[in-house]
């Protein structure tokens, strides 16, 4: 199983006191469409040529931000192939509004896969994770087909309800207990929305299951731990079984995690040659399972 950072470790990573990148960026600034201020970093990739190399926007989780450590290091790896736009969803690190659980963060995702059209990317691309993951699909779903040319989606929920695990329990308290919510923002310095899930059926809103098929023709990767605390790796199978092609997943051996737990360097190198893979073919590669489990980069 994967030794999971420890929640002073976690605090200190998303207060910023451990440092991010270790390359230089450039800070910029734009908003969503609903008038949300952003901040990202954009690292340029390896070609002076903005229509040589693919671009990418990386979408963090939930009280994530563009220079965790975890996230800072796959941005910098994937800058070795790809221009990278990280980007702070809202209510997280420097960007402003309220944070809704991969909701509006959709419009957060658009917005920086405008940025990169607009600064003259032809080709881009969206890794999400975990709520980053939710924003990425409902984007790629709600736009155009061709607003977008891959999407990677790592520990998506299919779902949210019921919430089967302890630590998605937790979850589902701070999106719906006022107390808890105001608690659980005020240690982890992220701004929540009060009414973050509107109402679906039993108090759930859209499920990332019901707008997957939608993302085709763009091809779509889905990557999940089958130790995943938060989505069991059912949710992964939900999400392939309802999805159109063209479409692959990568189920990680035991040690993965969830989400930025999982940002080892083996994993870093197998996702940089998918990129590569994509790009060139419009197809993602097959899984390829790492022989041994590593732990992330700033894992205590």
């Given at each position: 199983m994967t030794r999971h950072r420890g929640g002073l470790r976690r605090l200190l990573d998303l207060w910023g006191f451990v440092p991010g990148f270790a390359v230089a960026t450039e800070p910029v600034r734009f908003a969503s469409r609903d008038g949300v201020s952003l901040v990202a970093d954009y690292l340029p990739?390896?070609?002076?040529?903005?229509?040589?190399?693919?671009a990418l926007v990386l979408a963090h989780g939930f009280a994530g931000h563009r220079r965790k450590p975890t996230y800072a290091y796959l941005a910098e790896r994937l800058s070795e192939v790809s221009a990278v736009?990280?980007?702070?969803?809202?209510?997280?690190?420097?960007?402003?509004?309220?944070?809704?659980?991969?909701?509006?963060?959709?419009?957060?995702?658009?917005?920086?896969?405008?940025?990169?059209?607009r600064r003259g990317h032809r080709w881009v691309g969206?890794?999400?994770?975990?709520?980053?993951?939710?924003?990425?699909l409902r984007a790629a779903a709600g736009g155009p087909p061709a607003?977008?040319?891959?999407?990677?989606?790592?520990?998506?929920?299919?779902?949210?309800?019921?919430?089967?695990?302890?630590?998605?329990?937790?979850?589902t308290r701070v999106a719906t207990v006022a107390w808890y919510?105001?608690?659980?923002?005020?240690?982890?310095?992220?701004?929540?929305?009060?009414?973050?899930?509107?109402?679906?059926?039993?108090?759930?809103?859209?499920?990332?299951?019901?707008?997957?098929?939608s993302v085709a023709?763009?091809?779509?990767?889905?990557?999940?731990?089958?130790?995943?605390?938060?989505?069991?790796?059912?949710?992964?199978?939900?999400?392939?079984a309802a999805a159109r092609?063209?479409?692959?997943?990568?189920?990680?051996?035991?040690?993965?995690?969830?989400?930025?737990?999982?940002?080892?360097?083996?994993?870093?190198?197998?996702?940089?040659?998918?990129?590569?893979?994509?790009y060139r073919s419009g197809v993602w590669p097959p899984a390829c399972r790492p022989v041994d489990?590593?732990?992330?980069r700033s894992a205590a």
């Amino acid at each position: 199983m994967t030794r999971h950072r420890g929640g002073l470790r976690r605090l200190l990573d998303l207060w910023g006191f451990v440092p991010g990148f270790a390359v230089a960026t450039e800070p910029v600034r734009f908003a969503s469409r609903d008038g949300v201020s952003l901040v990202a970093d954009y690292l340029p990739g390896p070609a002076s040529e903005r229509d040589a190399v693919p671009a990418l926007v990386l979408a963090h989780g939930f009280a994530g931000h563009r220079r965790k450590p975890t996230y800072a290091y796959l941005a910098e790896r994937l800058s070795e192939v790809s221009a990278v736009l990280a980007v702070d969803l809202r209510g997280h690190g420097s960007s402003g509004g309220v944070s809704t659980f991969g909701l509006l963060e959709a419009l957060d995702v658009a917005a920086a896969v405008a940025w990169l059209r607009r600064r003259g990317h032809r080709w881009v691309g969206v890794i999400g994770a975990s709520m980053g993951a939710t924003a990425a699909l409902r984007a790629a779903a709600g736009g155009p087909p061709a607003a977008l040319d891959a999407v990677c989606v790592i520990s998506a929920p299919a779902t949210w309800a019921p919430p089967p695990s302890a630590a998605m329990r937790q979850l589902t308290r701070v999106a719906t207990v006022a107390w808890y919510r105001r608690a659980y923002g005020a240690v982890t310095r992220v701004r929540i929305a009060p009414r973050a899930w509107p109402a679906q059926g039993p108090g759930e809103p859209v499920a990332p299951v019901a707008v997957v098929a939608s993302v085709a023709p763009t091809p779509l990767l889905i990557v999940h731990g089958d130790d995943d605390h938060y989505f069991g790796p059912e949710h992964a199978q939900r999400l392939l079984a309802a999805a159109r092609p063209p479409v692959r997943l990568w189920p990680e051996a035991a040690g993965f995690g969830h989400a930025e737990d999982g940002f080892t360097p083996a994993f870093a190198d197998r996702l940089l040659g998918a990129v590569a893979v994509v790009y060139r073919s419009g197809v993602w590669p097959p899984a390829c399972r790492p022989v041994d489990a590593e732990q992330p980069r700033s894992a205590a």
